[in-house]
């Protein structure tokens, strides 16, 4: 009997050969050991929502994209934490930010996910509608780098409404392993509810 995750990688397999026959200029990279156009797909557009920006030095993420490769060693290699913006934040409110990769090691096999690339905590509403905030970080910055050969990751930024009485923290299980981190999990234990905004982009391994 197929597993939902074998069901889940076949459909995907019949939308990247549907994919590759209409697409007329594609460039490939591995999913499930096939080709895929480098098109953003509407599943994947529609996760963004909320006006959330992500700025880099020479890039600005505000709606859902693939990274260009030229830019994609930057983003991997050079590039440290981006500054993040959401110009309608109400300044008497408290935010609170993460980062995950969802699809780690690869989106066909992504037995790490949610793999945690940045938390921050008490983000001041005033800091976020100017683009230029502290916060309490409760897990470091760590740049989108994807294995060699696992096609696109998707990096997503998520924004939530920080409740006043409860402040956010990891558990020491939680600290001690970036991978596997259960997002729905924190979000419930801390009252978090769905995303006020969010953002994401896709990049590969620039070696591939």
Known sequence: MR?????NCDMKKLEIVLLCATVSLWKPHGVCGECVAET???FDAGFCHGGL???YPELTIGVCRIIPREQRDKISGEWGPPQVQLTHAEEGKTYALMMVDPDAPSRCNPTQAHWRHWLVADIVGSDLKNGDFKGSVLSEYRRPTPPKNTGLHRYQFMLFEQP??????LSQEESSSLGKWDTEAFMKRFGLGT?????QFLTQNPKD
């Open 3 to 7: 597993t939902r995750q074998q069901f």
């Open 164 to 169: 006043a009485d409860k402040p956010l923290g």
């Open 53 to 55: 920006e992500v700025i």
């Open 195 to 199: 995303p006020l905004a969010a953002v």
């Open 40 to 42: 953003l797909s509407e």
